[in-house]
């Protein structure tokens, strides 16, 4: 049986801090959201779930 390596594909920080921002962001303005059709039809999860108790910066260590 062949295997192939898993590849795995990092997401630009600025990325994931944009999406945050967007999250975060109030609820009255207007913003675009870009997603997968599988995700459209999920659950939205609360804005609670998304708090963190800490915060964390890059190479943080999490011991």
Same mark, same amino acid.
């Given at each position: 049986m062949n295997s192939?390596?898993? &590849?795995i594909f990092s997401i630009p920080e600025s990325l994931v801090k944009k999406r945050f921002q967007i999250i975060n962001s109030n &609820?009255? *303005?207007k913003? &675009?959201?870009v997603s997968s059709i599988k995700n459209l039809f999920e659950r939205f999860l *609360?804005?609670?779930l998304f708090n963190s108790i800490?915060?964390?910066k890059i190479d943080h260590s999490l011991r």
């Open positions: 192939f390596p898993m &590849i &609820i009255e *303005s913003n &675009i959201v *609360s804005r609670d800490k915060t964390y």
